[in-house]
């Protein structure tokens, strides 16, 4: 398929700059793909689809402040460090983007927080945008990731256009959030509460934690109309024993097993056994998925509304059929459902 069949037009006011006031009050489409049909509900609904036995898979990703604000030596011009992921803990060296990046040169000094503890060195240019920096830090490990972390900002998508405040700190991530190492929320997890992950317990829905670190490659403009041709970045996931046991009973007992979010289904897609249920694995996947595309272990997907031609509204056309998703996504414009990460959600069955 082409890249030009994922376009459609979306008003600035239809996107949610805010969480709702309340977690687990969004609205939920449901989307049943047997019988073609769409029914409007809200998001405590979803606990009326699954039963004893079922199996919901939860990205437990948990978000860290990425965004770090200081300014650069001898000018002390304002910069800004965006943290994408740690390539050497003991040299203290992280991969960044940087803003603006063509005053950031190799071997330039970038200095953070009032007293300037925290001292950044640029050694290496990877993308336009992308440089590698090593830490500076007078202390030890806990102390400087401390110091790191106390610096900087919620990362909020730049579509968002404001500065992050205190709510994004607790609502720009999932109640169930534990493995530290995500640039971007696995956003379909921001509706649960921890009541009803309660309610799924007693119910007899197992739970499957997998994890994947979300980086800016989730988010990347697709550049090429053939499909075929795009490049997903790498991002870090693992899939542990536990998680498979409980998802390959759900498979065995024909249940419904339920990907919570996009980087939910990227992980199982990405660890998938020759018998075609879920094995244990880890490492970094650039699974692109795209129609036509044969799903190997979730019938069932949650996940919110997304920007035209992005890789997620590609991946949801790939499992709920082109033709629906388009429909769905007519039918939330006209019932203003609220888009993107902060926003409303759908389920498809």
């Known amino acids: 398929m082409k890249l030009s069949e994922f376009d459609f037009q979306l008003e600035h006011e239809k996107i949610a700059y805010y969480p709702p006031k309340k977690r687990g009050t969004s609205k939920l489409m449901v989307v049943n793909r047997a019988e073609g049909t769409i029914e409007h509900k809200t998001f405590e609904n979803f606990l009326d689809y699954f039963d004893e036995g079922d199996a919901v898979v939860i990205n437990n990703t948990k978000v860290f402040p990425a965004r770090l604000f200081g300014h650069k030596e001898k000018t002390g011009a304002k910069i800004e460090v965006f943290l994408l992921r740690e390539l050497n803990a003991e040299q203290r060296l992280w991969d960044v983007l940087v803003d603006p990046a063509r005053k950031i040169r190799v071997g330039n000094k970038l200095y953070f927080g009032e007293d300037e503890t925290l001292v950044a060195e ?10 590698t920096v090593r830490f500076f830090f007078d202390g030890d490990e806990e102390a400087y990731k401390k110091a790191l972390f106390s610096l900087g900002n919620t990362p909020l998508p730049k579509y968002i256009k404001r500065e992050p405040e205190e709510v994004d700190t607790e609502r720009y991530q999932t109640v169930y959030a534990k493995e530290t190492g995500a640039v971007a929320a696995p956003t379909a997890g921001l509706h649960f509460t921890e009541e009803m992950m309660k309610i799924l317990e007693i119910k007899g829905v197992d739970i499957a934690e997998l994890t994947l670190h979300t ?3 989730t988010f990347t403009s697709i550049e090429v109309e053939d499909l075929s041709k795009h490049k997903m970045d790498a991002e870090y996931y693992q899939v542990n024993s536990k998680a498979v046991d409980v998802v390959n009973r759900a498979m065995d007992g024909k249940r419904r097993i ?3 979010g996009t980087t939910s289904m990227r992980s199982m897609e990405s660890s998938v056994s020759a018998h075609d249920q879920l094995k244990a694995s880890e490492g970094w996947t650039n699974l692109f998925i ?3 595309y044969a799903f190997k272990i979730a019938n069932c997907f949650l996940t919110n509304f997304h920007l035209p ?3 997620l509204i590609i991946m949801v056309s790939a499992f709920a059929g082109h033709e629906l ?3 769905a996504y007519e039918e939330a414009i006209k019932n203003d459902y609220r888009f993107y990460s902060y926003g ?3 389920l498809v069955i």
């Open 325 to 327: 998703t388009l429909k």
């Open 258 to 260: 339920c990907a919570v």
């Open 215 to 217: 980086g800016l490659g």
């Open 290 to 292: 795209h129609p036509p």
């Open 122 to 131: 640029v050694v290496d240019n990877t993308t336009s945008r992308g440089r």
């Open 344 to 346: 409303d959600a759908m």
């Open 309 to 311: 031609k992005s890789s």
